[in-house]
């Protein structure tokens, strides 16, 4: 079982950047393919990012291709989500999630194993 904690959320005007971190529990966090997911009030949970074990695939929904980038220290037990000009649209709870079945469903909530407890990226015009 792996446990994992997002940070690096907060407030920042459009057009502006975050990183959010996700740090794993245990040491098998090399084993996990990582994806990033978020939720909007309202909205239901959508992908944004994944990235294979070994971090060599990356995946990316198309709201936030070539403005965020998904990237994975294997030593540090930590999945980062790089998100650069920042739109109001972006605004959301964002979570990063631990795929253990080696899914081909990057994109699917349901094909997760462990979830973190979500950080509030809030994005003002």
């Known amino acids: 079982q792996v446990q994992l904690v997002e940070s690096g959320g907060g407030l920042v005007q459009a057009g502006g950047s975050l990183r959010l971190s996700c740090a794993a529990s245990g040491r098998t966090f090399s084993r996990y393919g990582m994806g990033w997911f978020r939720q909007a009030p309202g909205k239901e949970r959508e992908f944004v990012a994944a990235i294979t074990r070994s971090g060599g695939n990356t995946y990316y929904a198309d709201p936030v291709k070539g403005r965020f980038t998904i990237s994975r220290d294997n030593a540090k037990n930590t999945v980062y989500l790089q998100m650069n000009s920042l739109k109001v649209e972006d605004t959301a709870v964002y979570y990063c999630?631990?795929?253990?079945?080696?899914?081909?469903?990057?994109?699917?909530?349901?094909?997760?194993?462990?979830w973190g407890q979500g950080t509030q990226v809030t994005v003002s015009s």
């Open positions: 999630a631990a795929d253990a079945h080696y899914t081909l469903r990057y994109y699917y909530s349901g094909d997760y194993d462990y």
